[in-house]
Nanobody
Framework: QVRLEESGGGLVQAGGSLRLSCAAS????????MGWYRQAPGKERELVAT???????NYADSVKGRFTISGFNTEKTVYLQMDSLKTEDTAVYYC???????????????WGQGTQVTVSS
């Protein structure tokens, strides 16, 4: 069983900052990548940022220069530092981990329950 526990969401004014955390626990043989996605009302879920076990990061154009993903690997915890928040960043943020529970199993995506981020004007 794998669990992704997210924390750090909340309400903030535009221009403010929030830091999200996501901790992976359970039976994990290899953890390949972790990342954050978000879904605003009426919109599809979209990538925000990812980090691979190599340390390579990837960001959506809309958050480059404002958000920073870090952590992962030894701690099995990933962080998303969100600065200069805008009202359009309002969404439910989901943590995703790509991992294999056992050596002989293929890696699979696991999702957290989501945490609400609301940015007010």
């Amino acid at each position: 069983q794998v669990r992704l526990e997210e924390s750090g969401g909340g309400l903030v004014q535009a221009g403010g900052s929030l830091r999200l955390s996501c901790a992976a626990s359970g039976t994990i043989f290899s953890l390949n990548s972790m990342g954050w996605y978000r879904q605003a009302p009426g919109k599809e879920r979209e990538l925000v940022a990812t980090i691979a076990n190599s340390g390579i990061t990837n960001y959506a154009d809309s958050v480059k220069g404002r958000f920073t993903i870090s952590g992962f690997n030894t701690e099995k915890t990933v962080y998303l530092q969100m600065d200069s928040l805008k009202t359009e960043d309002t969404a439910v943020y989901y943590c995703k981990a790509n991992l294999a529970q056992q050596r002989q199993l293929l890696a699979t995506d696991y999702w957290g329950q989501g945490t609400q981020v609301t940015v007010s004007s």
